[in-house]
């Protein structure tokens, strides 16, 4: 895995909660940008689908992801706490929210599938 959990819990069908640190040498900050390293949005996106399907002990693919907001830059060593709670409507969808230090980084809805 390209980045460190250091805490991840699964309370019930309700939430989904880790914490995500990703390694300054990650590929990721590789040319993004030179000399002001940042995560790329994919990256964020993908830490997301990748909790979802660890939680959820399956393996899926991404059918939707819909109102994202990259709301503040995540560099090499921040701490990130990713929260993933199921809509309460089905349908496979998730919202998630990506803090670093207790402020809102991303947000939106990711819905999923089963692989066949």
């Not at 805490?7 to 590929?27: C, R």
């Not at 993933?84 to 929210?97: A, E, L, V």
């Amino acid at each position: 895995m390209w980045y460190d959990i250091k805490n991840f819990s699964k309370t019930g069908p309700e939430e989904i909660s880790l914490e995500v640190q990703v390694p300054p040498d990650s590929n990721w900050f590789s040319g993004h940008f030179p000399g002001e390293p940042i995560l790329p949005g994919i990256a964020q996106l993908g830490m997301v689908f990748d909790a979802i399907n660890r939680a959820e002990g399956g393996s899926f693919k991404i059918t939707g992801i819909r109102r994202v907001r990259f709301k503040q830059i995540v560099r090499p060593d921040d701490r990130l706490h990713l929260t993933i709670r199921p809509q309460k409507n089905g349908g496979g969808g998730y919202d998630f929210r990506i803090e670093v230090n207790a402020e809102l980084a991303c947000s939106g809805i990711m819905t999923v599938a089963p692989r066949p």
